[in-house]
């Protein structure tokens, strides 16, 4: 069982940026797509953004043009780069494989706020 562990979230202002990590224990090249997903206080867990082994990339809308999604397979370890950040990004961000999940990761809070 790979563990999760994403860092890198805190208090940002609009406009602002930050860049996510998820480091897991295991290799995660050959276990398929890679993704990012957030959940929001008294919203379901969404998925933003997801990276195939090879780096094909796909974006929710409502971030797409903000958010660049990367991996690199020899640390085990997928980054998520959040420009121009809004208040309605403000949410527990969360990287696990797209199909077959692992246990999830604590997350990382991302606040977005004046």
């Known amino acids: 069982q790979v563990q999760l562990v994403e860092s890198g979230g805190g208090l940002v202002q609009p406009g602002g940026s930050l860049r996510l990590s998820c480091a897991a224990s295991g290799s995660i090249f050959g276990f398929g797509a890679m993704g990012w997903y957030r959940q929001a206080p008294g919203k379901q867990r969404e998925l933003v953004a997801a990276?195939?082994?090879?780096?094909?990339?796909n974006y929710a809308d409502s971030v797409k043009g903000r958010f660049t999604i990367s991996r690199d397979n020899a640390k085990n370890t997928v980054y998520l780069q959040m420009n121009s950040l809004k208040p309605e990004d403000t949410a527990v961000y969360y990287c696990?494989?797209?199909?077959?999940?692992?246990?999830w990761g604590q997350g990382t809070q991302v606040t977005v706020s004046p």
């Open positions: 990276i195939t082994n090879t780096g094909g990339t």
């Open positions: 696990n494989r797209v199909v077959g999940r692992w246990a």
